[in-house]
T-cell receptor, first 114, second 115 residues
Framework: DAGVTQSPTHLIKTRGQQVTLRCSPK?????VSWYQQALGQGPQFIFQ???????QRGNFPDRFSGHQFPNYSSELNVNALLLGDSALYLC?????????????FGAGSRLTVL | GQQLNQSPQSMFIQEGEDVSMNCTSS?????WLWYKQDPGEGPVLLIA?????ELTSNGRLTAQFGITRKDSFLNISASIPSDVGIYFC???????????????FGQGTILTVHP
């Protein structure tokens, strides 16, 4: 039973470019949350998708957007990349109305912005 | 963004020693969670706490939900080399519904265990 899978695992972009990160949730999960983890810091909540809609959003600018597909997979898009966007981007999946104890994290996508 | 205050930032201990780390917040949380993150991996849940005052164990790990709901601690007894990693506390503010995915994390405690 596959857990949360994310792609790509690593990528390098330059300032001003756009990036798309992908996430497939754990089998049986229908909710996807995205977190940004800067080096040496804890993860910070970006947003959460359920039933193909953004349900909650953290303190991130509109350059960060997302999408959830009918098969529950999700994408995170970041436009006009800044150096400060360099981080590990974590996807976590869960069952919609369950507690946080069933959040399953993927291994992340490491983004480097030059 | 808001983060929990986690201490210590790092710990260097000998194998067999006990470890204690804690987390404090200016906000009340309904749920406290403790995660471990190994290099190249995402956080893995160790212990979840749901009630103020609750004390929960998972093998050599013990965690408590502070009575004020603004703090939590994690103890690891008789540490072993595989305990090495980064430990994060996390709190959940809103109860109910799909808001359960929104966690606020501490800055992490880096644990090094010398054999």
């Amino acid at each position: 039973d596959a857990g949360v899978t994310q792609s790509p695992t690593h990528l390098i972009k330059t300032r001003g470019q756009q990036v798309t990160l992908r996430c497939s949730p754990k089998s049986g999960h229908d909710t996807v949350s995205w977190y940004q983890q800067a080096l040496g810091q804890g993860p910070q909540f970006i947003f959460q998708y359920y039933e193909e809609e953004e349900r909650q959003r953290g303190n991130f600018p509109d350059r960060f957007s997302g999408h959830q597909f009918p098969n529950y997979s999700s994408e995170l898009n970041v436009n006009a990349l800044l150096l400060g966007d360099s981080a590990l981007y974590l996807c976590a999946s869960s069952v919609g109305t369950s507690g946080a104890n069933v959040l399953t994290f993927g291994a992340g996508s490491r983004l480097t912005v030059l | 963004g808001q983060q929990l205050n986690q201490s210590p930032q790092s710990m260097f201990i000998q194998e067999g020693e006990d470890v204690s780390m804690n987390c404090t917040s200016s906000s009340i949380f309904n749920t406290w969670l403790w995660y471990k993150q190994d290099p190249g991996e995402g956080p893995v849940l160790l212990i979840a706490l749901y009630k103020a005052g609750e004390l929960t164990s998972n093998g050599r790990l013990t965690a408590q939900f502070g009575i004020t709901r603004k703090d939590s601690f994690l103890n690891i007894s008789a540490s072993i080399p595989s305990d090495v990693g980064i430990y994060f506390c996390a709190g959940q503010l809103e109860p109910g519904g799909t808001s359960y995915g929104k966690l606020t994390f501490g800055q992490g405690t880096i644990l090094t265990v010398h054999p």
